[in-house]
């Protein structure tokens, strides 16, 4: 079955610094992969998505990148902010499977001024 | 639109009591979802409906919970008796159904939280 895998958190970062958080997937198809983020008290939404391997996902500065030898999706930004404190969940959806998207545990990120 | 609304916000209720979430998907979606949210088992889905039949309740824990969905445009979460492992953030979310564009892409609600004691 399909599964994803996030790294664990919590994830402390300073302002500024380079923000890794990887995310490694195994799925019977061909995927479409995502990240979403939840703000304190809210639900999820979502960041970024790529359809295809070697595609790019982008959005506030974020990026992940669709690698399909590695099976992974890892999420990055080059310059966090105190805003960017949140849970970020990868996810995938096998649009010739199920349909119903799997979820990673999520990675909690805390960004300190 | 004004996205996936969700009643209500916040629920504290006894144990052995029924309680009843209340989920509004985005207009055009064919696709709903409840999720259950808990520190220690992350983001579970209880069950999945398109066009309002149920696909896939594997996730619903036991008989107390059931999920109803008679219009496209609301859908019900019910818990009877709650107990206080029930205790939890419940999520409803909406999508456009398989084949679609953006099939695939989930609109979550802002959530339930719910505090059984």
């Known amino acids: 079955g399909n599964s994803v895998t996030q790294m664990e958190g919590p994830v402390t970062l300073s302002e500024e610094a380079f923000l890794t958080i990887n995310c490694t997937y195994t799925?019977?198809?061909?995927?479409?992969l995502f990240w979403y983020v939840q703000y304190p008290g809210e639900g999820l939404q979502l960041l970024l998505k790529?359809?295809?391997?070697?595609d790019k996902g982008s959005n506030k500065g974020f990026e992940a990148t669709y690698r399909k030898e590695t099976t992974s999706f890892h999420l990055e930004k080059g310059s966090v902010q105190v805003s960017d404190s949140a849970v970020y969940f990868c996810?995938?959806?096998?649009?010739?499977?199920?349909?119903?998207?799997?979820f990673g545990r999520g990675t909690s990120l805390i960004v300190h001024p | 639109d004004a996205g996936v609304i969700q009643s209500p916000r916040h629920e504290v209720t006894e144990m052995g009591q029924e309680v009843t979430l209340r989920c509004k998907p985005i207009?055009?979606?064919?696709?709903l979802f409840w999720y259950r949210q808990t520190m220690m088992r992350g983001l579970e889905l209880l069950i999945y409906?398109?066009?309002?039949?149920?696909?896939?309740d594997s996730g619903m824990p036991e008989d107390r919970f059931s999920a109803k969905m008679p219009n496209a445009s609301f859908s019900t979460l019910k818990i009877q008796p709650s107990e206080p492992r029930d205790s939890a953030v419940y999520f409803c979310?909406?999508?456009f159904g398989p084949g679609s564009s953006g099939a695939n892409v989930l609109t979550f609600g802002a959530g339930s939280r719910l505090t059984v004691l």
């Open positions: 979310a909406s999508s």
């Open positions: 799925a019977t198809g061909y995927p479409s």
């Open positions: 790529a359809t295809k391997a070697d």
């Open positions: 996810a995938l959806s096998d649009p010739g499977g199920s349909y119903i998207p799997t």
């Open positions: 207009s055009g979606h064919n696709s």
């Open positions: 409906f398109n066009n309002n039949v149920p696909i896939d």
